[in-house]
């Protein structure tokens, strides 16, 4: 792992304010936060944190992809969520009694991170009632989302959530035909699905040999989008 300072040069208060957390910050808040930012490169595979461990930080993922995971008493790997660039993580702590990761945080192949410190935010934070206020009005609003994604995990069978991963990655809403490739291993996104991936991949192939998708390695063609 490799740390880095981060000079305010290449972070604007532009960027910054389009991540929820720093979205209500005045100029001069966003210049506390950026004097702390730091700059993390991990490689494939390598840890940020592990669970249990002291949380001192938050991060936002600039590029690869992060997991997030947990391992049960039998060493089976859980993947709770997948960080895709763009998406900040670990800030729920900094609210916690106890400032401790509760999950472990794993890169899946090279990534850069920004850190932010925990203390400066909660700092700017009890200085603001009004800035609580805004941060909370944006909290909420993801917790609608988290709402639905454990719908999505507990209502619909391992066929719907597969499907409705599939679909998700169509960004193109015009064409009826469409491609693209897993950007993170399969068995990592079977785990993030709930879904075992000897299931995983029988559900691939039932799809493929309906007709519905053709899966060639890491890459997927949607045949008929509205089928699917």
Request: hydrophobic share 35%; proline share 5%; no cysteine.
């Given at each position: 792992m490799q740390y880095q300072s981060?000079?305010?040069?290449?972070?604007?208060?532009?960027?910054?304010?389009?991540?929820?957390l720093f979205s209500c910050l005045n100029a001069q808040q966003l210049a506390r936060i950026k004097h702390s930012v730091r700059q993390i490169q991990l490689e494939d595979e390598e840890y940020l944190f592990k669970q249990n461990?002291?949380?001192e930080r938050f991060f936002m993922l600039k590029e690869g992809h992060i997991k997030l995971l947990r391992l049960s008493l039998e060493g089976a790997e859980k993947v709770f969520e997948v960080i895709l660039p763009g998406q900040t993580f670990?800030?729920?702590i900094i609210f916690m009694p106890k400032s401790?990761?509760?999950?472990t945080a794993q890169s899946i192949n090279h990534s850069v991170l920004l850190s932010f410190e925990n203390k400066i935010y909660l700092d700017i934070l009890n200085e603001s009632s009004a800035t609580c206020f805004q941060l909370l009005s944006h909290m909420s609003q993801r917790l609608s989302m988290w709402i639905n994604e454990i719908d999505n995990l507990t209502?619909?069978?391992a066929t719907?959530?597969?499907?409705?991963?599939?679909?998700?990655?169509?960004h193109d809403e015009h064409h009826n035909v469409y491609e693209f490739n897993f950007s993170i291993p399969k068995h990592v996104i079977a785990s993030r699905l709930s879904i075992k991936p000897e299931t995983f991949s029988r559900i691939l192939h039932r799809l493929n040999r309906e007709g519905l998708i053709t899966v060639k390695g890491?890459?997927?063609?949607?045949d008929n989008v509205d089928r699917l």
């Open positions: 981060y000079p305010d040069t290449l972070t604007t208060d532009q960027e910054l304010q389009q991540l929820y461990q002291r949380a670990a800030e729920a401790i990761y509760p999950v209502l619909q069978n719907h959530r597969l499907v409705n991963y599939l679909l998700y990655q169509v890491r890459t997927v063609h949607i």
